[in-house]
C-alpha cells in the first residue's frame, strides 16, 4: 500500500509541533525571524511556515487577510491566532501566534513574546489569560494540516 500523497502547501502536525517546541525559550527580538539573533512575534511564525516552504506574511497586521478564518471552537494545531497589539483598544492586529491545541481541547498557542518578565518564545493558554482574551481578532488556517 503506498502512503497517501499530500499537497506541498501542507504540513504534518507532528514536524509542526516540534519544531516550533525546539525553539521554546529562544530570546525576543523586535523586528527579527532567526533563531539565532531571536524572534519578534510574526519573525516567529514566519520562520516556522518558511521552514516547511509555506509563505506566510512576515507582519503580523498582514494575517487579517490572509488564509481562511476559522472559528475559535474549531480551530487545530497549525492555525494561526491573531490579536491586537499591546493595546486592546486598537483592533487592528499586533500579536500572532501558533495553535499548538487540538481541536476540543483547551486553547493553547506558542509565540514569540515581548513580555517584561517572561519574553521569547513561549506557549501560552487563551483561557488563563483575560489579556489575550481582551486582545483576540480571529484565527486563520494558512495551510492545510495532516496527522
Do not use: W
Not at 531571536?38 to 507582519?59: A, E, L, M, Q
Not at 481541536?103 to 518578565?117: D, R, W
Amino acid at each position: 500500500m503506498n502512503p497517501p500523497i499530500h499537497p506541498k502547501d501542507s504540513i504534518q502536525i507532528d514536524s509542526l509541533l516540534t519544531f516550533c517546541k525546539k525553539h521554546l525559550g529562544t530570546n525576543y527580538k523586535y523586528a527579527s525571524c532567526t533563531p539565532n539573533s531571536g524572534f519578534d512575534c510574526s519573525g516567529f511564525v514566519y520562520y516556522v511556515f518558511n521552514h516547511f516552504k509555506i509563505n506566510v506574511p512576515r507582519s503580523s497586521s498582514d494575517f487579517i487577510t490572509t488564509g481562511k478564518t476559522i472559528p475559535p471552537d474549531s480551530c487545530i494545531a497549525g492555525d494561526v491566532i491573531v490579536f491586537t497589539g499591546t493595546n486592546a483598544k486598537n483592533r487592528n492586529a499586533g500579536h500572532v501566534g501558533i495553535v499548538i491545541s487540538n481541536f476540543g481541547e483547551e486553547l493553547q498557542f506558542i509565540h514569540s513574546s515581548s513580555n517584561k518578565k517572561h519574553s521569547g518564545v513561549k506557549i501560552s493558554s487563551y483561557k488563563e489569560s483575560p489579556y489575550y482574551e481582551k486582545r483576540f481578532l480571529k484565527i486563520v488556517r494558512v495551510t492545510k494540516i495532516y496527522k
